[in-house]
């Protein structure tokens, strides 16, 4: 009675667990095609032939293999590259949802949800610095982050273990630069900024801010030097970053 037992025991549960995996496979078939419905409601009217062509080959790549994150990645990276970043969205967190130690997909979806203006992006960078805790481009996203958020202590951590090491980041000094601005601290501003700027003496937000301190400070020669510089450099410095560089890499249209 109890081996008959034991063999029905057993033949229900893996009953269940068939029904289960069919359902999440219904499950997963039907959030597929939703996301897949959203891409092709994009209307590409006035669009280069190029971009049409070859968002629509990663789309039939997507149908073709739907476990595949690398596939729904790049697709997700060519909806943004070409300024669809809303339906970049639901693409990247699938790809995520498939490898989810893939510091790329997490990386693409936290600046996708940055550019968007969305309240959760702050949480995403958090989360790919989990993946990759020592990519200072995105030290310096969150350090800036956390310094408009007025989380000053966590935004001179991300800065600070920039500095310490031995990559010469300049954007990392001129964060701790604005931390000592907030405290008032002058001669610890104007460090931080001459060292920014013998890192990268092109630095025109850099010129701007020292500007500020030798007006605070009363040099106001020295001000109206930096700020007659500050007016022949350009108006940015990005930090170059080699995985943002990559999906760059995908653009098709004669802007990229």
């Known amino acids: 009675m109890n ?3 034991i063999i029905y025991g057993t033949l229900v549960l893996a ?11 219904v499950y997963q078939h039907v959030q597929n095609a939703k996301i897949i419905a959203k891409v092709e409601e994009i209307n590409f009217e006035g669009i280069e032939k190029q971009v049409v062509e070859k968002i629509d080959h990663l789309l039939e790549e997507v149908r073709k293999h739907p476990g595949s994150a690398e596939k729904w990645g790049r697709l997700g990276m060519n ?4 300024s669809y970043k809303q339906e970049a969205v639901p693409v990247l967190k699938k790809a995520i949802s498939l490898a989810e130690q893939d510091f ?8 996708t949800l940055d550019d968007l203006g969305a309240g959760d992006a702050l949480q995403w960078y958090e989360r790919s610095q989990q993946l990759k805790s020592d990519y200072p ?7 800036n982050r956390y310094l408009m958020n007025g989380e000053v202590d966590k935004a001179k951590s991300q800065f600070a273990k920039i500095t310490e090491s031995e990559r010469k980041v300049p954007h990392a000094h001129l964060g701790l630069a604005k931390i000592a601005l907030r405290a008032e601290d002058m001669g610890k501003a104007q460090v931080q900024l001459q060292k920014t700027l013998q890192m990268a003496p092109e630095y025109r937000e850099a010129h701007a801010l020292l500007a500020d301190v030798y007006r605070r400070t009363g040099e106001t020669a020295k001000a109206q030097e930096e700020f007659e510089l500050m007016e022949k450099l350009p108006v940015r410095l990005d930090l ?3 995985v943002y560089n990559e999906m760059e890499a995908e653009g098709v249209s004669s802007f990229w």
């Open 3 to 5: 081996k008959k037992n």
């Open 137 to 143: 481009p995105l030290a310096i996203k969150l350090g």
């Open 15 to 25: 009953a269940i667990i068939l029904v289960g995996f069919i359902v999440f496979k």
């Open 240 to 242: 170059a970053d080699p």
């Open 79 to 82: 909806l943004y590259i070409h």
């Open 104 to 111: 790329r997909w997490t990386y693409f979806y936290a600046i």
